[in-house]
């Protein structure tokens, strides 16, 4: 890890409310996981503790539909919903008692690329009545113990639950159905994030299905490919050093994900963003764009 990220991650903490920060590279070469993973403390000092935990927020979208896509040859309708290109509305607060049927009744066809939830979540029931058993137990496999839904996890097993602010999942489809999401509540470490991308990229040849996959698009400008986002231009928190075909995506809690295929490497941005409030990050985009480029 680059020695001089740690004074950029104390920077930002001391411009903001919330107070935790990891970040992380993956070298798909070697298998080795480089992380850090700065506190700041009540008196405004900074201290280093391994292995705390995230709200990663929409990076479950890569560990559920992207998963379910290099496991089974999944039909046209899957790619609709994981790439945004299915026309269903993008958010919506769901009711716990009908939250299945409501989402069923929207028609799907090819559209223009809409940011959708709720089509992550109609991916999961398309997936279960398909395949007659559940994503969860699907995809959960290809985890790594420190990776999970925010239902299973044993808060009290971690000691740093409450600096990490993992008592509660963010979003409020994923708290108020109660049950696994494909849209969100993953939570987890850097290195339960690195560790399950190498794991993947062991089994499925992760990145040259998604390279290939990207090469491969009618559309060169389509964003998104098997629920995995793309880096669109220079101003992209991919950094503008990520080659061209750089592909992660992004979470509303502060989080963020990238593999450059011509590197071999992928990066991992984590941090407790929302523990205050939603609205403050300005600091974190610039610092996203920042350490990508010192990261790569």
């Not at 007659?132 to 996890?153: A, G, M, P």
């Not at 403050?280 to 764009?289: A, G, I, P």
């Amino acid at each position: 890890m680059n020695k001089s990220i740690q004074p950029h991650i104390e920077n930002l903490l001391s411009k903001v409310s919330y107070d935790s920060v990891s970040v992380g590279v993956v070298d798909f070469n070697t298998g080795k996981i480089d992380e850090i993973n700065i506190v700041k403390l009540e008196d405004g000092s900074f201290r280093t503790i391994h292995g705390l935990y995230y709200d990663l927020a929409s990076l479950t979208k890569v560990f559920t539909m992207g998963i379910a896509h290099l496991e089974s040859d999944l039909d046209e309708k899957f790619y609709l919903l994981s790439e945004h290109r299915s026309s269903i509305p993008a958010w919506a607060i769901l009711s716990r008692k009908t939250w299945e049927e409501d989402l069923l009744k929207f028609p799907m066809k090819p559209s223009e690329t809409l940011y959708s939830d709720l089509g992550t979540i109609r991916f999961q029931l398309e997936f279960e009545k398909e395949y007659k058993k559940t994503l969860y137990e699907s995809v959960k496999k290809n985890w790594s113990q420190e990776l999970c839904y925010w239902l299973d996890f044993d808060y009290r097993e971690n000691l740093y639950a409450k600096i990490g602010d993992v008592f509660h999942v963010h979003d409020p489809n994923a708290f108020n159905l109660g049950c696994f999401c494909a849209h969100a509540g993953l939570f987890g470490t850097v290195n339960g994030v690195g560790s399950s991308l190498l794991k993947l990229n062991k089994k499925f040849n992760l990145i040259k299905k998604i390279q290939s996959s990207i090469e491969s698009l009618k559309d060169p400008d389509q964003r998104f490919v098997m629920a995995w986002d793309r880096k669109q231009n220079d101003n992209s928190f991919a950094g503008k050093k990520a080659s061209e075909n750089t592909f992660g995506h992004i979470g509303f809690t502060g989080t963020s994900l990238w593999i450059d295929p011509e590197r071999a490497k992928g990066q991992i941005i984590l941090s407790n963003a929302v523990k205050n409030h939603w609205y403050e990050k300005e600091e974190l985009n610039q610092f996203r764009r920042e350490i990508a480029d010192i990261l790569w």
